[in-house]
């Protein structure tokens, strides 16, 4: 059997994306400055745990917004996603012996982020669909016929 390397990377600190997509308008919708969010809710709270801002940020996001009275819902971050620049965009690259060679694609078929799921799914020899039969197919042409 052959030995697969696998590495995922999702841009949950804002290192590829421009800022803070949670700044644009869900942090403002709770009556808070992006700053204050950042220095009087996250960084006390994470001092005190001994933990990493980072890692701890999205549940104080969820946290705040119940102490507010909030509801936070799947339509509700979509409808802040709204207004962010390339929230509705899709980044992923693909590298190993399985894997084209295609560069840069960007005249293609709009991606979703189950294909993206299935496409890592089927790199490491495996069928999304199997688990989950409401997914969308691999994104076409990332998986060489030698993935599985």
Do not use: C
């Not at 808070?32 to 006390?44: D, G, K, Y």
């Amino acid at each position: 059997m052959t030995e697969r390397l696998t590495a995922l990377i999702y841009d949950f600190d804002g290192t590829l994306a421009r800022g803070n997509m949670q700044e644009t308008s869900f942090i403002p919708s709770l009556g808070m400055t992006p700053a204050q969010f950042w220095n009087e809710t996250v960084r006390p709270r994470t001092l005190a745990a001994d933990g990493d801002d980072i890692l701890m940020y999205m549940q104080l996001m969820l946290q705040t917004a119940r102490e507010q009275g909030v509801t936070v819902t799947r339509q509700m971050l979509r409808d802040h996603g709204k207004d962010v620049p390339g929230a509705g965009e899709v980044w992923i690259a693909t590298l190993g012996p399985s894997t084209p060679a295609l560069g840069e694609r960007r005249a293609h078929e709009p991606v979703t982020l189950s294909q993206v799921a299935a496409t890592v799914a089927a790199a490491l020899g495996e069928d999304y669909a199997a688990a989950e039969p409401r997914t969308a197919p691999p994104i076409p042409g990332v998986i060489g016929p030698g993935s599985r």
